[in-house]
């Protein structure tokens, strides 16, 4: 079954740096296909904050940055702030699922 | 910027249908696919599908039997039904812009609207 993984929470002090890593397989990102990351507070609209692996839209802060590299993606955030903590989504397209994924989901607490 | 708002009943009976609009503001509702994305509570997001704004759709192979989207151009708005509903249906109902196929991100989204399926 077509799966991107996440780990269910990270956390860090206020200024710090935190990873939050998205695997997946031959099938998603190792096929190449783009990755998106997600920003989602309960009760509001899922925000898109990294589009095509590393493109931010505008009005995201340069604290977030993406990367990806074989079967794997990363969401970067740098200078971490108290409004930062949220559930942070991966998603990308499965060639196997004919369709598109998203990661189970990391939630964020600021320390 | 175009917004999006989810409006239907938010309690459904096990076995019926499930029937969700989304309504298009700021925007044309023309070449883009209108998606539908579910996440139940305490669990990730799920992909249900899309409608492009000729018709043509495309569905998660797990809902497929059960799904079905539409759009209505001239009132700009798209729609999500799903029949036969269980408890495992019960989610908050999102729908959200990909741009393209190709920019296959998803933005905007709307606010989301929780349905639960209960008796």
């Known amino acids: 079954q077509a799966v991107l993984t996440q780990p269910p929470s990270v956390s860090g002090a206020p200024g710090q740096r935190v990873t939050i890593s998205c695997s997946g397989s031959?099938?998603?990102?190792?096929?190449?296909?783009?990755v998106h990351w997600y920003r989602h507070l309960p009760g509001t609209a899922p925000e898109l904050l990294i589009y095509?692996?590393?493109n931010r839209p505008s009005g995201v802060p340069d604290r977030f940055s993406g990367s990806k590299s074989d079967t794997s993606a990363s969401l970067v955030i740098t200078g971490l702030q108290a409004e930062d903590e949220a559930d942070y989504y991966c998603?990308?397209?499965?060639?196997?699922?004919?369709?598109?994924?998203f990661g189970g989901g990391t939630k964020l607490t600021v320390l | 910027q175009v917004q999006l708002q989810e409006s239907g009943p938010r309690l459904v009976k096990p076995s019926e249908t499930l029937s969700l609009t989304c309504s298009v503001s700021?925007?044309?509702?023309?070449?883009?696919?209108w998606s539908w994305i579910r996440q139940p509570p305490g669990k990730g997001l799920e992909w249900i599908g899309y409608?492009?704004?000729?018709?043509?759709?495309n569905y998660n192979p797990s809902l497929r039997s059960r799904v079905t989207i539409s759009i209505d151009t001239s009132k700009n708005q798209f729609s999500l039904i799903l029949t036969s509903v269980t408890a495992a249906d019960s989610a908050v109902y999102y729908c959200?812009?990909?741009?393209?196929?190709?920019?296959?991100?998803?933005?905007?989204w709307g606010q989301g609207t929780l349905v639960t399926v209960s008796s």
């Open positions: 409608v492009f704004y000729s018709g043509s759709t």
């Open positions: 998603q990308s397209y499965d060639r196997s699922l004919s369709g598109w994924l």
């Open positions: 031959r099938s998603n990102i190792g096929a190449d296909y783009d």
């Open positions: 959200a812009v990909m741009p393209t196929v190709n920019r296959d991100w998803f933005d905007p």
């Open positions: 095509a692996d590393t």
């Open positions: 700021g925007g044309s509702i023309g070449s883009s696919y």
